[in-house]
């Protein structure tokens, strides 16, 4: 099978990623028949909650959002998944519809993989059905670990763990410190840590004030890691 510059590409992007790799040399050929790359720019959604869940999606550069509405309206962030991530894969896997909203955080391109070829190489090759498994024992542990620091962390202890864990995703050093290079609103810091607007501006507002941190815009400056690091102790950062 002869390939062509862009099936060059897709190939060498699947090899790169551990699941992917575990595949058999013509499963892999298969899937690249059936994958497309894709480029969004920031806030682009790439799917919505409810949506049919055809394809599986892996990140080769950028930063992605999966959250969801509560009936109220507030938004839970479940995940912000980076590059070589994979995403997508449990409505394939349940035949459900999409349980999350995937918004792009910045510019990005994706690898979409048809959802039915990717069930059919998983089925054929067990290190990769073990190592979706662990991917999915992973998702369990994040959302079991969000839904208790909900209800055992103090509001400042999950505010500044949700920095830390930002910080660790993208992050480049300034004078000024650490600058976490993911834009996200207050709404967004809401989302992931349970907390109200208010709340959160209440304790940026006071960490400016004590030098820890540093605000311009959506962008956050952390200049005291180790006093984050403190309040998030309880939570395992």
Request: charged content about 20%; overall charge neutral; glycine content about 8%.
């Amino acid at each position: 099978m002869a390939l062509t510059p862009a099936q060059t590409a897709i190939l060498e992007q699947l090899r790169r990623h551990e699941l992917l790799r575990q595949f058999v040399a013509a499963d892999l050929l298969a899937l690249i028949s059936h994958a497309t790359m894709q480029t969004y720019d920031a806030r682009d959604t790439l799917f919505a909650e409810g949506d049919a869940g055809r394809t599986v999606l892996v990140v080769v550069h950028g930063y992605i959002k999966l959250s969801a509405l509560t009936p109220s309206g507030r938004e839970v962030v479940f995940d912000v998944v980076g590059p070589n991530d994979v995403f997508g894969e449990i409505a394939v896997l349940t035949d459900r519809p999409r349980a999350a909203t995937a918004t792009a955080l910045a510019p990005c391109g994706v690898l979409t993989i048809d959802g039915g070829a990717f069930t059919e190489a998983l089925t054929r090759s067990p290190q990769a059905m073990f190592w979706m498994i662990r991917l999915l024992g992973q998702r369990v542990s994040r959302a079991t670990e969000q839904m208790t620091d909900g209800l055992d962390l103090p509001a400042p202890s999950r505010l500044a763990k949700a920095l830390l864990q930002l910080a660790a995703l993208r992050s480049r050093p300034v004078q000024e410190g650490l600058q976490i290079n993911l834009a996200l609103s207050q709404r967004e810091l809401g989302g992931m840590t349970g907390l109200i607007r208010e709340s959160i501006n209440k304790h940026l507002g006071a960490w400016r004030d004590a030098g820890w941190l540093s605000l311009s815009g959506r962008t956050i400056t952390l200049r005291d890691v180790g006093a984050l690091r403190a309040l998030a102790r309880d939570a395992g950062v």
